[in-house]
T-cell receptor, first 112, second 115 residues
Framework: DAGVTQSPTHLIKTRGQQVTLRCSPK?????VSWYQQALGQGPQFIFQ???????QRGNFPDRFSGHQFPNYSSELNVNALLLGDSALYLC???????????FGQGTRLTVV | AQSVSQHNHHVILSEAASLELGCNYS??????LFWYVQYPGQHLQLLLK??????LVKGIKGFEAEFIKSKFSFNLRKPSVQWSDTAEYFC?????????????FGAGTRLAVHP
């Protein structure tokens, strides 16, 4: 049983560019949440998707957007990248029946 | 604003020493509480969780945590640490507003255990 998988594992982008990160949830999970973990900090909640809609959003600008597909996989898009967007981006999946969140290995984004 | 505070950013212990990591949160309503661990090069893994009932919860690898509602605390403990416990530990709170799964994390505590 595959856990939460994220791609790519590492990414280097230039300021002003756009990036798309991908996440496949754990089998049986229907909810996907995205977190940003800056160096030396805990993960910060970006937003959560359920039934292909954004259900909750943290304190992140509109440059951060997402999508959930019918197979429950999800994408995180960041436009107009800033140096400060450099971080580890974590995807977590859960189900409506069990609030325990399972995390992927993350995508390390470096903006230069 | 909802927040989680972890009191120690770095902890260094010798093997067999006892461990206690502090965690306090600011939210007056009902919460679910978690401790996650991140071993070097690995993903975040759930160590233990509290939803309701007995405030002393036991997790994997001999860890336990105590929920003290009056102090808004959920401290992690282990009587005798091992070298393999070297990792970063995160306390997280799910404020159950709206019934959604949203985790608010502390900044983490980096634990180094020396043999």
């Amino acid at each position: 049983d595959a856990g939460v998988t994220q791609s790519p594992t590492h990414l280097i982008k230039t300021r002003g560019q756009q990036v798309t990160l991908r996440c496949s949830p754990k089998s049986g999970h229907d909810t996907v949440s995205w977190y940003q973990q800056a160096l030396g900090q805990g993960p910060q909640f970006i937003f959560q998707y359920y039934e292909e809609e954004e259900r909750q959003r943290g304190n992140f600008p509109d440059r951060f957007s997402g999508h959930q597909f019918p197979n429950y996989s999800s994408e995180l898009n960041v436009n107009a990248l800033l140096l400060g967007d450099s971080a580890l981006y974590l995807c977590a999946s859960s189900s409506t029946r069990n609030t325990e969140a399972f995390f992927g290995q993350g995508t390390r984004l470096t903006v230069v | 604003a909802q927040s989680v505070s972890q009191h120690n950013h770095h902890v260094i212990l010798s093997e067999a020493a006892s461990l206690e990591l502090g965690c306090n949160y600011s939210y007056g309503g009902t919460v679910n509480l978690f401790w996650y661990v991140q071993y070097p090069g690995q993903h975040l893994q759930l160590l233990l969780k509290y939803f309701s009932g007995d405030p002393l919860v036991k997790g994997i690898k001999g860890f336990e945590a105590e929920f003290i509602k009056s102090k808004f605390s959920f401290n992690l403990r282990k009587p005798s640490v091992q070298w393999s416990d070297t990792a970063e530990y995160f306390c997280a709170v799910n404020p159950l507003s709206g019934g959604y799964n949203k985790l608010i994390f502390g900044a983490g505590t980096r634990l180094a255990v020396h043999p």
